[in-house]
């Protein structure tokens, strides 16, 4: 497999058929993890970060829809809906629960992949039209335009919210940032979830660089807040 394949992650129970694209799509150059519901499928999410996700509405555990919607809140990858109903009405569920397309079953496989890369290229059109913007912090870079952070020429894989934090971080560096303030700019002032999200989040950054590298990116001002230090 090319190193700079695509990443898919198929989500479907129905194991014949995601085999099937599953050898397909590999047939085609493409990087392929199955899973056969919906948890398994937001943490393969997590573990395995895909370019693109083709998913089952019916699913066991958690439903399409319900995957769709959490993965939207982390992530802005194309989501494709792949089910057996046609109804309008699921349609209509699956678009809004930030589904990208929608392909009824049965389907013919040179369809899918029309339409996986036509949802790639618009990602892709989508990340290519904004300026690039590249932040650093000593020898940390993220690039907004890309969405990518890399600590010397080791990339960091991080989601959608730890991605946003950290980039508030760096926009900010060398200055003491409120709770409520990261709260209000990253989550948005219409977040009425616990508070102490801000902290678990924080761990989440210091775990996946200030721990990983042996560096001090991130420091705690006790009552007050947080703020990314770009001195020695």
């Not at 991605?163 to 409520?180: A, G």
């Not at 616990?194 to 761990?203: A, F, G, K, L």
Request: net charge negative.
């Amino acid at each position: 497999m090319a190193e700079n394949a695509v990443k898919v992650l198929i989500v479907e129970d129905e194991a014949r058929l995601a085999r099937f694209i599953e050898l397909e799509l590999k047939h085609e150059g493409y990087d392929v993890e199955i899973a056969e519901n919906g948890r398994i499928a937001i943490e393969k999410f997590y573990e395995y970060s895909p370019d693109i996700m083709l998913l089952d509405l019916m699913l066991p555990e958690l439903n399409g829809i319900e995957v769709c919607r959490r993965i939207r809140k982390e992530s802005e990858i194309p989501v494709i809906m792949i089910t057996a109903k046609g109804e309008t009405m699921d349609k209509i569920a699956g678009l809004d629960s930030g589904a990208d397309d929608y392909i009824t079953k049965p389907f013919v496989i040179e369809e899918l992949l029309a339409r996986m890369r036509a949802a790639l290229r618009r990602t892709n059109a989508e990340r290519s039209s904004s300026d690039s913007n590249i932040l650093t912090l000593k020898n940390l870079t993220a690039d907004i335009s890309r969405r990518t952070v890399m600590f010397d020429d080791t990339e960091i894989e991080l989601t959608k919210r730890e991605f946003d934090l950290l980039v508030y971080l760096i926009k900010n560096k060398n200055i003491v940032i409120t709770r409520e303030q990261i709260l209000n700019q990253v989550w948005g002032y219409d977040y009425f979830g616990e508070t102490n999200i801000v902290d678990v989040y924080i761990r989440y950054l210091r775990t996946k660089i200030d721990d990983r590298f042996g560096v001090k990116f991130i420091h705690t001002i006790r009552g007050v807040g947080y703020f990314a230090k770009d001195e020695n």
